[in-house]
């Protein structure tokens, strides 16, 4: 009944740009925090940024500077705005959302974040 959907992932260079978009439907994403998570083959699922309901955000340090995390309300929909992309960040990027602030990202407790998505695939390659 309550769905997250990811999209705007695809194939990019190097240096290149993409914006991720964690769209609901069902529920209203004012009040959660929203998470993107990142899985890249034979190795475990990562944390990426989040933002809470009151748009503070936090990134992780290899992706600090390049990429940026917003909101809009109207459209019920989180970004992920990825530029100057490596190969390393090739992966399977998730949205996940828990209740008004980062606690459960913030402590490595993925496990607890309520809701999830089924993934988009982003893949940096020249």
């Known amino acids: 009944q309550f769905r997250l959907v990811e999209s705007g992932g695809g194939l990019v260079q190097p240096g290149g740009s993409l914006r991720l978009s964690c769209a609901a439907s069902e529920f209203n994403l004012e009040n959660y925090a929203i998470g993107w998570f990142r899985q890249a083959p034979g190795k475990e699922r990562e944390g990426v940024s989040c933002?809470?309901?009151?748009?503070?955000?936090t990134y992780e340090d290899s992706v600090k500077g390049r990429f940026i995390i917003s909101r809009d309300s109207a459209k019920n929909t989180v970004y992920l705005q990825m530029h100057s992309l490596k190969p390393e960040d090739t992966a399977v990027y998730y949205c996940?959302?828990?209740?008004?602030?980062?606690?459960?990202?913030?402590?490595?407790?993925?496990?607890?974040?309520?809701?999830w998505g089924d993934g988009n695939q982003v893949t940096v390659s020249s």
């Open positions: 996940a959302t828990e209740w008004l602030v980062c606690t459960f990202y913030n402590a490595n407790r993925y496990s607890k974040m309520n809701y």
């Open positions: 933002i809470s309901s009151s748009s503070s955000t």
